[in-house]
């Protein structure tokens, strides 16, 4: 049983270009959420997704990050022009169900480095 | 804004059991604790979750207190490997995102 996968594992941007991170939940899961860690700090929650539609992306700054997970493939997140202040580990973690009560499998994260 | 309060950092001997504090004193009756781990840089792991009763598994039990108001999350034999930053969640009826605090660094010597 493969984990949550995540890749790239590091990514080096510089300002300006646009960053991909990637996201295959465990099988069977269909609920995705993406989490950012700046240094030194905890995960924050980003957004909530569930196949082809978004659910909770009270988290998502307003302009330049967005997020999909599509019927078929990874979920991404996509950060557009990106800054220095992106620069964070990205977390992604799946569940088989949403809801309280289920559990949330993380992967080992995309760290973003925007020089 | 996390609901939880946890010490800063933690000792314990490797061979000892490690008792994590955690208040929630805010929490409501339909909101469940969680606990989880994250070793070094790595991405959290999931260790238990409870609502009222007090939990058990392979990795760690949790006790809560009968007002729910603050609860324990106990390894009953710490290993050096167990050294990690521990997170108490209080998760938040009605959605599904965890939110973490600062956690507990915990820190298991020979």
């Known amino acids: 049983n493969a984990g949550v996968m995540q890749n790239p594992r590091h990514l080096v941007r510089r300002r300006g270009q646009e960053a991909r991170l990637r996201c295959s939940p465990m099988?069977?899961?269909?609920?995705v959420y993406w989490y950012r860690q700046l240094p030194e700090e905890g995960l924050k929650f980003m957004v909530y997704l569930q196949k082809e539609n978004i659910i909770d992306e009270s988290g998502m700054p307003k302009e330049r990050f967005s997020a999909e997970f599509p019927k078929e493939g990874p979920s991404i997140l996509r950060i557009q022009q990106v800054v220095r202040g992106d620069s964070a580990a990205y977390f992604c973690?799946?569940?088989?169900?949403?809801?309280?009560?289920?559990?949330?499998?993380f992967g080992p994260g995309t760290r973003l480095t925007v020089t | 804004d996390a609901k939880t309060t946890q010490p800063t950092s933690m000792d314990c001997a490797e061979g000892r059991a490690a008792n994590l504090p955690c208040n929630h004193s805010?929490?409501?009756?339909?909101?469940?604790v969680y606990w989880y781990r994250q070793i070094h840089s790595q991405g959290p792991q999931y260790i238990i979750h409870?609502?009222?009763n007090n939990e058990t598994n392979e990795m760690a039990s949790l006790i809560i207190t009968e007002d729910r108001k603050s609860s324990t999350l106990i390894l009953p034999h710490a290993t050096l490997r167990d050294t990690a930053v521990y997170y108490c969640i209080v998760r938040v009826a009605n959605t599904d995102k965890l939110i973490f605090g600062t956690g507990t660094r915990l820190q298991v010597f020979p």
């Open positions: 973690a799946s569940s088989p169900t949403g809801g309280i009560g289920s559990e949330q499998y």
């Open positions: 805010t929490i409501s009756g339909n909101e469940y």
């Open positions: 099988k069977g899961h269909s609920h």
């Open positions: 409870g609502l009222k």
